[in-house]
């Protein structure tokens, strides 16, 4: 069990919002640019990893090699597709459970984090008008490395002034909660059956969470 919770820190991709469609979508247009097929059920495997990894998977499946020039390119090109496509991101795209979560925390005095591989993690919390729930956004512009590794989340704990013991992860994917388990911090899957029993918790969805009794 969890020592008293302080600090509650939040995958964005999956557990608060969905933009896992519009990731798909974008990075099927890139597979298609370099003439590989790519479907939903590879898309899995580029769930919470960087989008530069998520190139090289893509790359791995279709057994391409490209220069490092081309890499970068659709890189952008990618970025620029996702963000075309979240510009109408608004509150009607929050997965179930999550203003009454952020509220209850408030209102308990627990501080909230994001922490996301995204670049693009503090525009679409903005987007969603969550600024005056999060404490602190720590996102692929601050790590160094990505999930599996704890840093994201390290670093969360760390600016809400909490240790690791005193803070819920709530994660969709596999890396999140390997990175969560890395740091020594308690995992709360959610929404993803795969993670029913590697997560310390699981919960369909945030709706079924109850706070009260890790507070
Ligand atoms: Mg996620």
């Given amino acids: 069990m969890n020592d008293k919770t302080k600090g509650?820190?939040?995958?964005?991709?999956?557990?608060?919002?969905?933009?896992?469609?519009?990731?798909?979508?974008?990075?099927?247009?890139?597979?298609?640019?370099?003439?590989?097929?790519?479907?939903?059920?590879?898309?899995?495997?580029?769930?919470?990893?960087?989008?530069?990894?998520?190139?090289?998977?893509?790359?791995?499946?279709?057994?391409?090699?490209?220069?490092?020039?081309?890499?970068?390119?659709?890189?952008?090109?990618?970025?620029?597709?996702?963000?075309?496509?979240?510009?109408?991101?608004?509150?009607?795209?929050?997965?179930?459970?999550?203003?009454?979560?952020?509220?209850?925390?408030?209102?308990?005095?627990?501080?909230?984090?994001?922490?996301?591989?995204?670049?693009?993690?503090?525009?679409?919390?903005?987007?969603?008008?969550?600024?005056?729930?999060f404490s602190t956004i720590v996102d692929g512009n601050d790590v160094t490395f990505p999930k599996p590794s704890p840093e994201v989340f390290l670093k969360g704990a760390q600016r809400m002034n909490c240790q690791p013991n005193e803070c819920l992860v709530f994660e969709d994917a596999l890396s999140g909660v390997a990175a969560a388990r890395a740091g020594g911090f308690m995992s709360i899957g959610v929404g993803n059956p795969l993670l029913k029993n590697v997560a310390d918790v699981y919960i369909d969805s945030l709706t079924e969470f109850r706070l009260e009794a890790y507070a």
């Fill in 8 to 133: 509650l820190i939040f995958d964005l991709d999956g557990v608060l919002v969905t933009t896992e469609y519009n990731h798909f979508v974008s990075w099927k247009k890139i597979a298609k640019a370099i003439d590989v097929s790519f479907n939903e059920h590879d898309n899995e495997q580029l769930k919470g990893i960087s989008r530069a990894d998520s190139l090289k998977k893509i790359l791995e499946l279709g057994n391409k090699a490209i220069s490092e020039e081309l890499f970068e390119e659709l890189l952008a090109q990618k970025n620029e597709f996702y963000l075309n496509s979240i510009k109408k991101i608004n509150r009607s795209n929050l997965l179930p459970g999550v203003i009454e979560l952020l509220q209850s925390a408030a209102q308990m005095g627990l501080k909230c984090a994001v922490g996301s591989s995204s670049r693009n993690a503090r525009f679409i919390v903005t987007k969603l008008e969550l600024d005056f729930y």
